[in-house]
């Protein structure tokens, strides 16, 4: 069993990710795993991610906070326990243009 504990998890820092704080919970140097990672990621307010894609799918789930998602597909809102899964190579901006912080669990394959 490996346990992270909030407090103690890794931070890292993906590029293009403004005015956000991201942590590993699972997965690269939060320990081993076989299949996937997971992340917490805590979006200020104003906070962004450039519009991109990545090669595997993202999962996300909103824990607390309002968080909008903006796709080729259109734009969803997603508030506390909603959740969506973007395919590989579905670019994605996600933005907190709420006044309080979102707080968002990420689940990626390892790649």
């Given amino acids: 069993m490996n346990v992270t504990r909030f407090d103690s998890a890794p931070e890292y820092f993906p590029e293009n990710h403004f005015l956000m704080r991201c942590v590993r919970l699972q997965g690269h140097e939060a320990g081993e795993s076989d299949a996937l990672w997971l992340g917490v990621s805590t979006i200020r307010p104003g906070g962004y991610t450039s519009f991109s ?21 259109g734009t969803e809102v997603l508030r506390a326990n909603d959740s969506c899964r973007l395919a590989p190579g579905e670019a994605r901006a996600l933005r907190n243009l709420s006044s309080t912080a979102v707080t968002v669990l990420l689940a990626m394959p390892l790649s």
Wanted: net charge negative; glycine share 4%.
């Fill in 53 to 73: 894609a990545s090669a595997v799918e993202k999962h996300y789930v909103v824990l607390s906070g309002e968080l909008t998602v903006e796709t080729d597909a």
